[in-house]
């Protein structure tokens, strides 16, 4: 089970922080901290698998991204680097070859995608199509509320 | 009114939505937390408006600075409030915000409860889908409870999105609401021939991750996914099952002989690396779990170890980390197949990446052997040598230390190898591991007797030194090895070649600067090596070095006495008397060489670990019971003065005993607590100097006003910390080391040579095996109380106690 993942830039600067189990806040700062401190530091050459505490932690860099993910010490590490790539097809496929800067001015969205792809650290749901449809429909409902709802809200309905 | 309406919808057309919140915190990139201030301040104004559509846009601002390291849980109602709406869109601006923030002390968690259920049965999925997204990251014990059998009525819903959330999110209730597994577990195990392929994965998913965790209840499970191994072509199902049946194949060797074959073909066929690596674990962990040895195993065996081969080769280094990691499970249970690769681990010492070369260095520790242990410790010194973090190196330091003292010295052929080994480490500076280091010398000096003599004028020569160790005075730096060095001394002073010139060394002004433990040592050593010296001075009936020695104490001894440290002064004091006492009676002519020998006769046995705890109590003694009248309860300022006395650490105990002691502490009674929280309560209000807190929080008058609390307390530290790059050591020693090495590859070359030519008595190792496993013999004699049986294996404190809850039979 996946018990974290973070996106985070060359800066160290954090974009998507997802937890799938609750800490507190003070500690969800703190690891983070310890892991850009730590990913940051890794060579380019070096492997992708680092220990951290009680966790093993993947991470693979896409552009100017770093994608930093924590799992438990019988997983496998492999497996995790195909999920890594998978969000990312996700990303890309939805955004339209996505950059860094799509994730950080529609932060919600990603963390939609990631909320139908994984779920409780595990895969949710296997097949690219479903994923990107499930979204899809989320958005329509959207934009079906809109045009009525804006007016309404604002009480000029 | 309307123009209130108007006015306040021009403020709104001025609301700043995400997109405008991001750019301006990345236009303001100077005064940054000033402009998030004033947007916080703005998103508070824009959370008191009634209007839904505002609070969602100010709860969607929240959720992306709450990224940004703010804190945003007092905004916690709110993100209810945006919840709790009917629109799908500020729905779910609302469930990621709490899914990102609360947490179990998030208080207002109860009210959320019902606002959940209700979503899960809305009609529309996608609500429900949210709902239960947001929920797996904040349930609660209390939630879990709640909701568990809304959950699993959704688990048997229409539509297989549901069905699928549901199964996953069960994983969390379980984890929560233990009692959940139990009704809940027959409706799971039907979700595996779900004909969603979705929900069967989800399913596949949740148990897998159950069973890992408590094997034996899901044995009865097995058929079921075996056909699903079999029939599944989605790789990501597949690993789960596999790496379900690496925990199961421990419990039930006949399903890991039926697995073999299966796994075998897909190791053979798959393209897939993540699918190939699963199966040679779980390969592995079948192999080890059979212990007869059916031919069909060394190939399966073989096979393994010859993927993994490929894998460390790879220029990929990920598979070469993983091959690593692999070969150590294998090295565990079949440490013949792996030793043949030796040369290649040795290769990915010297690899760039540091985690490969720990992961290298693991590997080596079950690789040694008797012939290569002293070509690896070499390689790794020269590591040491080069690495570039301390870390590393001091990995690499407890590792080697590790390697050599295995079982008992198993592999260490030559003892004086390793002795002078370990006085090479001491020149690693910046090194954390400086008692370990001098645990072993002490180790190897007590238990291996033939070694004394060497040890000795090695730690004689160390002493000597001493001004050049004594520069890194940190807590277990590598002044520890002195402390090693003056106690062996000491103890054997029988070896020392020259006691008078060691007495000296260790009553040199610079040791004042060494910690007080260490000092210690060498005030109770000096006395050791005083009573040898008047031994031997009385047997050859050497006035003058008599007196020489004791002019010598005299004069040196009374900087000892002036120590900060309450033992080196106490044991200074005695021993000064004693010399003194000595002195006099040496006057009056007599010899009482023999009565100080006498002190300090007898020979000294490392204590077994735990020894303290077999210790039975003898009978009629009650531990528990009070030795005195219980103190009066009319003041606390006794209770500060006690600890005034109380060391922390284990400082002036002896370096064998790591068995913990636990005494019996006096702890107060709730009733005695009280009484004296009343009477110090009285006090405070009957006394007219007492100062009370107004509770009011004074602002400082001046600006400049400082408390004399504030004033930082630092430290003196008398001795100043020289790094000295490479320490130099005297020739003497240095000439030494290199006889020694030099002489051992003598020795080895030598054993080539007469081994190619083939002979008779070789000094190859193999015979210098022989010749030293006899006189290096490694005392394994204990001291403990007796009839004590082997040290009792007391379980540690089991981590995953939540899984535990999950150990319930469910047949």
Not at chain 2, 134 to 151: E, Q, V, W
Not at chain 2, 410 to 424: D, G
Request: charged share 30%.
């Amino acid at each position: 089970m996946m018990q974290f993942m973070l996106l985070f830039s060359r800066q160290g600067k954090l974009r998507l922080q997802k937890w799938f189990v609750a800490h507190q806040e003070k500690t969800k700062k703190k690891i983070t901290r310890d892991l850009i401190t730590l990913v940051l530091s890794r060579k380019p050459k070096m492997c992708s698998f680092l220990e951290y505490k009680d966790y093993k932690i993947v991470y693979k860099r896409y552009a100017s991204l770093y994608f930093c993910c924590a799992i438990e010490n019988d997983d496998n590490e492999l497996l995790t680097l195909e999920l890594i790539h998978r969000y990312v097809e996700l990303l890309d496929k939805y955004f339209g070859s996505v950059c860094e800067l799509d994730i950080i001015f529609n932060f919600e969205k990603a963390y939609f995608m990631l909320d139908e792809f994984l779920m409780v650290g595990e895969v949710q749901e296997t097949s690219k199509k479903n994923v990107l449809k499930a979204i899809a429909a989320q958005d329509l409902m959207q934009e079906e509320e809109t045009p009525q709802g804006f007016f309404e809200d604002h009480g000029l309905g | 009114m309307a123009l209130k309406k108007v006015k306040g919808t021009l403020e709104r057309v001025l609301d700043k939505n995400l997109q405008d919140l991001v750019r301006g915190i990345r236009n303001h990139k100077e005064n940054e937390s000033k402009y998030i201030a004033e947007c916080i301040d703005e998103i508070k104004q824009e959370l008191k408006q009634d209007n839904l559509a505002i609070k969602a846009n100010a709860v969607n601002k929240l959720t992306y600075l709450q990224m940004l390291g703010y804190d945003i849980s007092w905004a916690a109602f709110n993100i209810i409030e945006v919840m709790s709406s009917t629109k799908f869109t500020f729905k779910r601006i609302g469930y990621l915000a709490a899914s990102q923030s609360f947490h179990e002390e998030t208080d207002v968690l109860m009210l959320t409860t019902n606002m959940i259920r209700k979503d899960m049965s809305s009609q529309n999925m996608y609500d429900s889908g949210v709902a239960l997204n947001g929920l797996s990251c904040f349930i609660t014990p209390d939630l879990a409870r709640d909701l568990a059998n809304d959950i699993m009525t959704l688990m048997t819903s229409s539509r297989p999105y549901l069905r699928k959330k549901a199964v996953l999110i069960m994983y969390k209730v379980f984890l929560q609401f233990p009692e959940a597994l139990r009704p809940a577990f027959p409706r799971l195990k039907e979700k595996l021939e779900d004909p969603d392929p979705g929900v069967q994965s989800a399913a596949v998913n949740v148990i897998c991750e159950l069973a890992r965790k408590n094997p034996k209840n899901y044995l009865s499970l097995a058929p079921l996914f075996f056909k699903l191994m079999t029939t599944s072509t989605n790789n990501w199902v597949l690993i789960k099952i596999i790496k379900l049946f690496s925990a199961l194949t421990p419990l039930e060797p006949r399903l890991g002989k039926k697995l073999i074959e299966p796994l075998t073909n897909l190791i053979h066929s798959t393209s897939a690396m993540s699918l190939l690596y699963e199966c040679i674990n779980t390969v592995i962990a079948v192999l080890v779990s059979i212990s007869s040895g059916i031919p069909n195993h060394t190939a399966s065996i073989q096979l393994c170890v010859q993927k993994l081969r490929i894998l460390i080769e790879d220029s990929d280094q990920n598979l070469k980390y993983l091959g690593l990691l692999a070969m150590s499970r294998i090295l565990a249970t079949h440490p013949k197949s792996v030793q043949g690769h030796k040369d290649l681990i040795l290769q990915c010492l010297d690899d760039r990446d540091e985690s490969i070369r720990l992961r290298a260095l693991d590997l080596l520790y079950g690789m040694v052997s008797k012939k290569n242990l002293m070509e690896i410790v070499k390689k790794l010194m020269v590591h040491m040598d080069k690495a570039e973090g301390s870390h590393y190196r001091d990995e690499l330091l407890s590792k080697t230390i590790e390697i050599c003292s295995q079982s008992n010295y198993q592999y260490v052929t030559n003892f004086e190898w390793y002795v002078s080994i370990l006085v090479e480490l001491t020149r690693m500076e910046g090194t954390k591991h400086g008692k370990l280091i001098a645990n072993q010398m002490l180790d190897v000096a007590i238990r291996v007797q033939a070694i004394r003599h060497f040890a000795v004028s090695q730690m004689a020569i160390l002493l000597e030194n001493s001004h050049l160790l004594a520069n890194n005075s940190q807590r277990n730096g590598i002044c520890e090895v002195l402390h090693a060095a003056a106690w062996i001394c000491g103890e054997f002073s029988e070896h020392l070649s020259n006691p008078k010139a060691t007495l000296e060394a260790m009553l040199k002004p610079k040791i004042t600067s060494l910690p007080g433990h260490i000092q210690s040592i060498f005030v109770q050593n000096i006395l050791k090596l005083y009573g040898k010296i008047l031994k031997a001075a009385e047997a050859k009936e050497d006035d003058s070095l008599k007196k020489e020695v004791h002019t010598l104490l005299q004069e040196k001894l009374p900087v000892f006495i002036q120590s900060g440290d309450l033992e080196v002064q106490e044991r200074a004091c005695s021993i000064l008397q004693i010399v003194k006492y000595i002195m006099k009676l040496e006057e009056k002519g007599a010899a009482v060489a023999d009565e100080v020998e006498n002190l300090y006769a007898g020979e000294l046995n490392p204590v077994a670990p735990k020894a303290q705890k077999k210790v039975p109590v003898p009978e009629g003694l009650d531990l528990d019971k009070w030795i005195n009248e219980a103190p009066d309860d009319s003041s606390d300022e006794e209770v500060p003065g006690n600890t005034f006395f109380l060391t922390t650490e284990d400082e002036h105990r002896s370096s064998y005993q790591h068995g913990d002691e636990s005494r019996p502490t006096y702890e107060p009674t709730e009733e005695e607590l009280e009484k004296r929280k009343a009477i110090r309560k009285t006090e405070v209000e009957h006394n007219p100097h007492y100062l009370k807190d107004d509770g009011k929080g004074h602002k400082p008058r001046h600006k400049d006003a400082f408390d004399a609390k504030d004033i930082p307390v630092a430290e003196i530290d008398l001795s100043v910390p020289l790094h000295v790059p490479g320490l130099s050591s005297s020739d003497k020693y240095m000439v030494l080391q290199q006889k020694t090495e030099k002489a051992h590859k003598g020795k080895k070359e030598k054993g080539k040579k007469k081994k190619k030519k083939g002979k008779g008595k070789t000094q190859a190792e193999e015979s210098d095996e022989d010749e030293v496993a006899a006189v290096h013999t490694v005392s394994t004699i204990v001291d403990a109380p007796e009839g004590m049986a082997g040290s009792d294996h007391e379980d540690d404190k089991k981590s995953g106690d939540v899984y535990k809850a999950l150990d319930i039979n469910l047949d």
